[in-house]
């Protein structure tokens, strides 16, 4: 009785983990995981979105996103780039898509490489010898 209880359990467990989630499950709770800065698992849900809705509305969103918590929050660039390359490929007049370029150009640079910042210290310097 005990075996055929663990059986019974083991497979009500594993049921429902493999339980696909609704795409508004999905999203809502990739947004939830990133609001609370649980990054790994907002990625997971904002992959399960893609992975299943590959035609959803949110699907342009939920790349990008994997795509910007990879790179911005867990430093991981390459798997990020390939995120970014494929949000623009599949959605190349978004709105996100100038972001997703420019992150793609500028993946792991230290701040002070980046092309904005660039004179940022030397103005500041040209201003403070000027007063």
């Known amino acids: 009785m005990k075996y055929l209880f663990s059986i019974v359990s083991i497979s009500l467990i594993l049921f429902a983990c493999s ?7 999905y ?3 990739a947004e939830k995981a990133y609001s ?11 992959k399960g979105l ?5 035609n959803s509305e949110n699907n342009s969103k939920a790349l990008f996103m994997i795509g910007f918590i990879l790179a911005n929050d867990l430093k991981q660039y390459d798997e990020a ?36 910042f660039k004179n940022i210290g030397k103005d500041s310097l040209k201003e403070s010898s000027i007063n």
Not at 50 to 54: A, D, K, R, S, T
């Open 19 to 25: 339980q696909k989630l609704s795409e508004k499950e």
């Open 36 to 46: 609370e800065q649980n990054f790994e698992e907002a990625v997971k849900n904002y």
């Open 81 to 116: 780039k390939k995120y970014y390359v494929e949000f623009t490929t599949k959605y190349p007049e978004h709105e996100l898509a100038d972001d997703a370029l420019y992150e793609i150009e500028t993946l792991g640079k230290d701040i002070n490489e980046l092309p904005m």
């Open 50 to 54: 893609v992975e299943n809705y590959p």
């Open 27 to 29: 999203y809502s709770q």
